[in-house]
């Protein structure tokens, strides 16, 4: 009863530490509204008047950005890269997921894990020339070119991707109770049946989180779509935002329009899906 | 039941898509990348084996030194700045009962921003000369004299990447203390508040103490993260003026894509690879340490 009386004690929030999260809140979010902001305002607005609200609201920059700057083609690009990553991610780290679950090889599951974990270990950026190089010479070594089609960053990317999914999704089908694939194999489903008829739906939550956390990855990465692609038509978004950078650094209001297309769509799916986002995004920096 | 399990067929089924592109497009770079760390190689034509002369020259680069000392910085700005902060915005948040929500979803977004888009903020909306928040602020306060261009400037340029690095990564971490903090028993917390200790007082001997195995994977985290640094600086400095700003990643990134030096690039991110062993290693000893205290 004692403890009771020390909640209800506590009811109030004291305001000063009101005050300091929300001084951290205007740290958060102002530059992104400042830019949001003046991407409304015509160039000479923003030059004379930055901090004023929008006098002569105006989307010309988003028009110009769209129609000058191929923001439209990047977008296209960055989505599609995405999308076949992420998909190709998930089913195949499903996939393995399972296998190291259910089938029973110890060793060779304990070895592959042990391989999956380097990936998390080392830095992806101590491989960036050698990969560089093996992307360009692919031809030699499959007989097709990837170098400058979309491959070439669906392939790293799906990859980059596996160790992690493989991890979090591991961890959901360890909890997950034998007794429903076992009912269904006494109806006689045979392992694809099994993993595809029962496991997978089961899993669903768990890999809807683990598509949109490599689905944002693979939307803000910079480093392989810059170096990986060098056609300006499939050029992702990321690479366009920093090719703006110094590309318009004169034109602010056009620069800050093509940066929130790249920002808004990741925020809006943020506002929606917060609570996944954060828990993916977390729950993969606590197991690796 | 056992029958349908033990089937080595469907094993390889599932294991070999994520086995064969792993291998292709992780292993096979990666045993490249130690391989033609030994040798003298322009990316192009055959490397040439040449022993240990790429790490000779490695202890003689004193622009390798410089990027290593700056890889330092985001190490000791990350835990002598960033992580007072992260322990206490999450403390703070975990003591208020109204938009506790509202705040880890703010703190947080930074963190789902690409790092163009960070660069483009921060470059532009603070650190510009002419339109920057920054300059701005100190014309307007009359400190004309402070007035730069912080990216430019060799004083200031570090501190600045340091500083929209800090912005963009604080949120993700402070989620993860959060988390541990709301793991604590309310009871504890309560107990010690009838006993009349302040807040300070629980912060410090009940919420830190009790989340010691998450301040310790934060710290490695930011060892670790620190680095590995590429991006950040690519895009806001690309490492400028004259090299200043360099970090390992990035020198090796101009040393393999602009020098065509692909052997001595390797052979510098093999040395990444050995001090975040060696300091990963250092530091998961001490917070062992710390922990068992």
Known sequence: MKLMTGRE?????????????????????????????????????????????????????????????????????????????SAATVVMAAMTAYALVRIPYKRINQAIMTVLLLAIMVPGATILVPLYAFVRNFENYFGFQIYDTYLS???????????????????????????????????GLNIFGLFFRIVFPICLPALVSVFIVNYLNNWNEFIMANLLLSKESLRTLAVGVAAFKDMLNTNYGGLFAATMYSVIPVVVVYVILQDKIIDGLTAGSLKG | MNRTFRNPAA???????????????????????????????????????????????????????????????????????????????????????????????????????????????????????????????????????????????????????????????????????????????????EAAQVDGANFFQRAIHITLPMIKPIISVIVLLKVAGSLKTLDIVMVMTGGGPAGLTDVMATYMYRVGFQYLESGYANTIAFIMVIFTVILTGITSFITKKLEEV
């Not at chain 2, 985001?74 to 705040?103: H, K, M, N």
């Not at chain 2, 163009?116 to 009359?142: K, Q």
């Open chain 1, 9 to 85: 004690r506590k009811q109030k929030d004291s305001p000063w530490i009101h005050i300091v999260l929300m001084g951290y809140v205007l740290i958060s979010l102002y530059p992104l509204l400042w830019a949001f902001q003046n991407s409304f305002k015509r160039h000479v607005d923003i030059i004379s008047y930055p901090f004023a609200p929008i006098k002569n609201f105006t989307i010309q920059n988003y028009i110009d950005a769209w129609n000058t700057s191929n923001v439209n083609v990047y977008l296209a690009n960055s989505f599609i890269v995405s999308i076949i990553a």
């Open chain 1, 153 to 187: 960053l669906i392939f790293p990317y799906a990859t980059f991707g596996l160790a992690i999914s493989v991890m979090i999704i591991k961890a959901f089908m360890s909890a997950m109770s034998k007794e429903l694939e076992e009912a269904a194999v006494m109806d």
């Open chain 2, 11 to 189: 094993f390889l089924v599932f294991i070999i898509p994520t086995l064969l592109l792993y291998s292709v497009f992780y292993l096979y770079p990666l045993s490249s990348t130690v391989m033609y760390a030994f040798s003298e190689w322009d990316g192009l034509s055959a490397p040439v084996f040449n022993g240990l002369d790429n790490f000779k020259r490695a202890l003689a680069d004193e622009q390798l030194y410089r990027s290593l000392l700056n890889n330092l910085a985001f190490t000791g700005f990350a835990l002598l700045v960033q992580l007072p902060i992260i322990l206490g915005s999450a403390i703070l948040i975990s003591e208020v009962r109204r938009f506790s929500g509202f705040y880890k979803t703010t703190f947080f977004m930074p963190a789902i921003l690409s790092t163009p888009v960070v660069a483009v903020l921060w470059s532009f909306v603070v650190f510009h000369p002419e339109i920057g928040l920054l300059n701005l602020i100190l014309r307007g306060i009359g400190f004309d004299h402070w007035v730069k261009a912080w990216l430019a400037d060799d004083h200031t340029a570090l501190l600045s990447i340091l500083v929209a690095n800090a912005w963009a990564n604080v949120g993700f971490y402070i989620v993860l203390a959060l988390a541990a903090i709301y793991g604590i028993s309310k009871e504890i917390q």
